[in-house]
């Protein structure tokens, strides 16, 4: 069983930017693939970012150049840096783990952008 609690959602102005956490329990994190998902109201969740165990990151288009996936394994902690924010990334955010075959979620943390 693995846990997941995210943090650091809030409210920021258009053009701001914030910095999402996510920690894992476990003693595997390393073999952890994590990934930043996104579900806006009445919209589906949609995949944001993806870092693998090698820390290759790959993202959506619509985030590309602006969020920033990263990983600390020796603090079992993944980190989503979104910069250039704007009213579109208006979203409940969600940490995933994929371990063993298996996903993994966070509860959810709000992250609103409005001036």
């Known amino acids: 069983q693995v846990q997941l609690v995210e943090s650091g959602g809030g409210l920021v102005r258009p053009g701001g930017s914030l910095r999402l956490s996510c920690t894992a329990s476990g003693t595997i994190f390393s073999s952890f693939v994590m990934r930043w998902y996104r579900q806006a109201p009445e919209k589906q969740r949609e995949w944001v970012a993806t870092i693998i165990t090698s820390g290759l990151p790959s993202y959506a288009g619509s985030v590309r150049g602006r969020f920033t996936i990263s990983r600390d394994n020796a603090k079992n902690t993944v980190h989503l840096q979104m910069n250039s924010l704007k009213p579109e990334d208006t979203a409940v955010y969600y940490c995933?783990?994929?371990?063993?075959?298996?996903?993994?979620w966070g509860q959810g943390t709000q992250v609103t952008v409005s001036s």
């Open positions: 995933n783990a994929f371990v063993d075959g298996n996903d993994y």
